[in-house]
């Protein structure tokens, strides 16, 4: 089976346009491969480039030089250089993403905002509402809060409604940014727990976790951002 995703030789820096156009260098001949069934983490201090080099791959940020090859069923698309329209399509098929933070949408219910990348997929409503539902449970949100919006919910609460969303497909690569930053012990565990039901099923998994106890249960191998840092430019 082919590497569900290939990182070679990326570089990235920002430019800061309403500061006369300082350039920021983060990371340079940034190349490493997750294959399926592994759980790979990227390390390193905080500012280092770690979750900047996730949005790369999700297509969120911008490549500056290099290749994110991302394969699946054959085909291998480069996120650095697709157009707009093949980033969509991969992120519904194939790229999954559970960011820090659920980016609410009014009025819609938590049970909808789960189910919504397996409506995307062409699964009919029932079924991805129940498996909505499924996810949500052992997740412990409580079943009052299934029909409200999320807007509201605590911090803990959106995050378990974003690792729901995140983890209701089966897409074959899925980037985690810190998905347990806001949850309890227990919720922790639930995480672990279907983190190692995705590597079992052979998901590519690609994360940032900055507890120590997920991070060991978790990690087949750590990816040491520190290694690709850029050089900084004198001021
Ligand atoms: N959109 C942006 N515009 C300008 N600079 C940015 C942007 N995003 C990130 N940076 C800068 O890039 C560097 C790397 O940030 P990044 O968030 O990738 O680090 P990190 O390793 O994930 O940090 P942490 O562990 O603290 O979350 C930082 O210096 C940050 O200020």
């Known amino acids: 089976m082919a590497t569900p995703l290939v990182v070679s030789e990326v570089a990235k820096s920002f430019t800061m346009h309403l500061r006369d156009g300082i350039r ?21 201090p905080s500012g ?22 991302i394969t699946h069923n054959d085909v291998t698309v480069d996120i650095a250089s697709a157009d707009p329209r093949s980033v969509l399509t991969i ?26 990348p ?11 509402r129940d498996c909505a539902g499924d996810l949500l449970a052992r997740l412990n949100l409580p079943e009052r809060l299934w029909s409200l919006p ?22 074959p690569l899925l980037l985690l940014d810190e998905p347990t930053a806001s949850l309890d012990a227990a919720n922790r565990a639930v ?3 279907l983190i190692r039901a995705k590597k079992e099923a052979g998901t590519a998994l690609l994360g940032i976790f900055h507890d120590q106890d997920v991070r060991e249960a978790v990690a087949d191998r750590i990816i040491d951002v520190s290694l690709f840092s850029a050089p900084k430019e004198a001021a």
């Open 91 to 116: 992120r519904r098929d194939v790229v999954g993403y559970v960011s820090q933070f659920l980016r609410t949408v009014p009025r819609v219910a938590a049970v909808d905002v789960v189910a919504e």
């Open 150 to 171: 999320p807007a509201t919910f605590s911090g803990g609460e959106q995050q378990r409604v974003n690792i729901a969303r995140g983890f209701i497909t089966d897409h």
């Open 48 to 69: 280092i480039g770690k979750s900047s080099i996730l949005k790369m791959l999700y297509g969120n940020y911008s490549v500056d030089t290099g290749q994110v090859l």
């Open 24 to 44: 920021l260098p983060v990371v340079e001949n940034v190349s490493f491969s997750v294959a399926a069934g592994e759980c790979a983490v990227l390390g390193g």
């Open 191 to 193: 995480v672990v727990d």
């Open 118 to 128: 397996l409506l995307a997929k062409g699964v009919a409503h029932e079924e991805a």
